[in-house]
């Protein structure tokens, strides 16, 4: 080893040594993003959250008691929001920002500006360099709101429509699914991000009577979140939440404590239907035989479904 390459080089100024580390969870505030159908509730679900205040964009909580910043009209001004939270005494415990696709505009005005063009697509001689730049002013918002949740201990919720959108399968024909009503660059580094992507629906269930030739979706009228992701639609969470939960804050925090997923029977189940649709010999075997190692630990087969889940859909 050269000495321009030795290890020295690289050891920090103060010799700290690597047992300096540490161990075990790290208890943070969530950073939720939930996003679904239009009026299903998604306002109300934040609403629910421990001492909320809105940056609203939309008019979605109208109705709704709840602290609320005046409506930005530029993008600084969302920052400045942030960052007088961030800055002054106060008592809030979640920041809830509703809704992105509302605030997405004001990140490609402010973008345009930057840029002195009259339109994303012409930023930076075009050929998508604008919704770059759009994904790196999203990240900086990303960073403003880690800063709050690092130095006030807050919440943080982001609410989102959705829309359907054809999703390009790379092993069989393409579909359609729910999808975060973002560009796709910004909504995929957003959900990087979060620590929970819900999405919100009207439960339903298909019914087919004897005279039927094909299945009709039949709603509940309830109201759920899906917390993993499905060929139908995208989510995840990194807390083993349960596959689905009522739209209500104190039942989704209650399970984010108790970290406790599905019955491994049934995640058995759900993993042994996703594995049925599986050509590859040699993944169909490393599952089954992670199934077999973990046993009955629900966590570890909660962890599996979804990473089967996300390899199957073709998810990188």
Not at 282 to 309: E, M, S
Request: glycine share 6%.
């Amino acid at each position: 080893m050269t000495a321009s390459h030795s290890l020295s080089a690289v050891r920090p100024a103060n010799n700290m040594p690597l047992t300096a580390g540490s161990k075990g969870r790290i208890a943070k505030p969530p950073r939720v993003v939930l996003y679904g159908v239009e009026k299903i509730g998604k306002s109300s679900f934040a609403a629910g959250a421990p001492s909320p205040r809105f940056i609203c964009s939309e008019d979605g909580t109208s109705e709704l008691d709840v602290e609320r910043f005046r409506e930005p009209r530029y993008w600084e001004e969302v920052r400045y929001c942030i960052d007088t939270l961030c800055r002054d005494p106060h008592d809030y415990k979640t920041v809830v920002l509703d809704t992105l696709d509302w605030l997405e505009p004001l990140c490609w005005r402010e973008v345009c500006r930057a840029g002195s063009v009259p339109a994303l697509e012409d930023y930076g001689g075009g050929y998508g360099k604008g919704y770059d730049a759009a994904r790196d002013v999203w990240r900086a918002l990303l960073d403003d709101l880690d800063e709050l949740r690092d130095k006030r201990g807050m919440a943080v919720v982001l609410l989102a429509h959705s829309w359907i959108k054809s999703f390009k399968n790379p092993e069989g024909d393409d579909y359609d699914r729910y999808e975060m009503k973002l560009h796709q660059k910004s909504s995929k580094l957003i959900m990087e991000w979060a620590d929970c992507v819900l999405f919100a629906t009207y439960e339903t269930f298909t019914k087919k009577g004897k005279s039927d030739k094909k299945a009709k979706g039949v709603a509940s009228g309830a109201r759920v979140i899906h917390t993993q992701r499905t060929a139908a639609w995208d989510a995840g969470n990194r807390y083993d939440l349960p596959e689905t939960l009522p739209l209500d804050w104190d039942a989704f925090a209650e399970a984010m404590k108790a970290r406790a997923p599905e019955e491994p029977a049934k995640l058995k189940d759900r993993i042994g239907q996703m594995l049925d649709g599986v050509k590859d010999k040699d993944l169909h075997a490393r599952v089954t035989a992670a199934v077999a190692k973990v046993g009955d630990d629900a966590a570890q087969l909660a962890r599996i479904a979804n990473k089967l889940a996300a390899t199957v859909e073709g998810k990188d």
